[in-house]
């Protein structure tokens, strides 16, 4: 009987021992670091050197991911040496992949007040208050945006 179960405990064991992680290791292999996460954490203290780089491997990983692509639209925004172009280009892909993606709206109307095209950024406030209403944050920050480019004739946060 004792040799039947030391038989059956061997068995059961080599299965285990070879899903065990590389280096003989019982732990399992590290989960990969949330790269959005990074990237927003940078974003926060206007690294965008850093946040580039955290999205750009965001990216390969997650390729249809409308939070990656709106955050690079964002990224190529916000710092300094300004790229509407790509901007648009990855707004424009963030609402491909999710049309009511709110953030999207709220940042390309945003950067459609920085390229002076206000009448674009209000067809974005007219989806916005269709998608969540005149209550929702991105909406209201969009709304104030709008408006202070009208009394102002530059958006809030351009380098103009």
């Given at each position: 009987?004792?040799?039947?179960?030391?038989?059956?405990?061997?068995?059961?064991?080599v299965p285990?021992?070879?899903?065990?992680?590389p280096?003989?290791?019982?732990?399992?292999?590290?989960?990969?670091?949330?790269?959005?996460?990074a990237?927003?954490?940078?974003?926060?203290?206007?690294?965008?050197?850093?946040?580039m780089?955290?999205?750009?491997?965001?990216?390969?990983?997650?390729?249809?991911?409308?939070?990656?692509?709106?955050?690079?639209?964002?990224?190529?925004?916000?710092?300094?040496?300004?790229?509407?172009?790509?901007?648009?280009?990855?707004?424009?892909?963030?609402?491909?992949?999710?049309?009511?993606?709110?953030?999207?709206?709220?940042?390309?109307?945003q950067a459609?007040?920085?390229?002076?095209?206000?009448?674009?950024?209000?067809?974005l406030?007219?989806?916005?208050?269709?998608?969540?209403?005149?209550?929702c944050?991105?909406?209201?920050?969009?709304?104030?945006?709008?408006?202070?480019?009208?009394?102002?004739?530059?958006?809030?946060?351009?380098y103009?």
């Amino acid at each position: 009987m004792k040799i039947a179960l030391a038989l059956a405990v061997a068995v059961l064991s080599v299965p285990l021992a070879s899903q065990a992680a590389p280096g003989g290791d019982d732990l399992p292999a590290p989960a990969q670091p949330d790269r959005v996460a990074a990237a927003r954490q940078a974003l926060e203290s206007r690294d965008y050197k850093r946040a580039m780089s955290e999205l750009s491997l965001a990216l390969r990983e997650q390729p249809r991911n409308a939070d990656v692509h709106n955050l690079l639209g964002y990224t190529y925004r916000m710092q300094p040496q300004r790229n509407l172009p790509k901007s648009f280009e990855h707004y424009n892909t963030a609402l491909g992949i999710d049309p009511n993606h709110r953030a999207t709206m709220e940042y390309m109307g945003q950067a459609y007040l920085m390229d002076n095209k206000p009448r674009e950024a209000e067809r974005l406030l007219t989806r916005l208050e269709a998608v969540c209403g005149k209550a929702c944050n991105e909406y209201r920050m969009l709304e104030h945006a709008i408006s202070s480019f009208k009394q102002s004739g530059k958006a809030p946060g351009s380098y103009q």
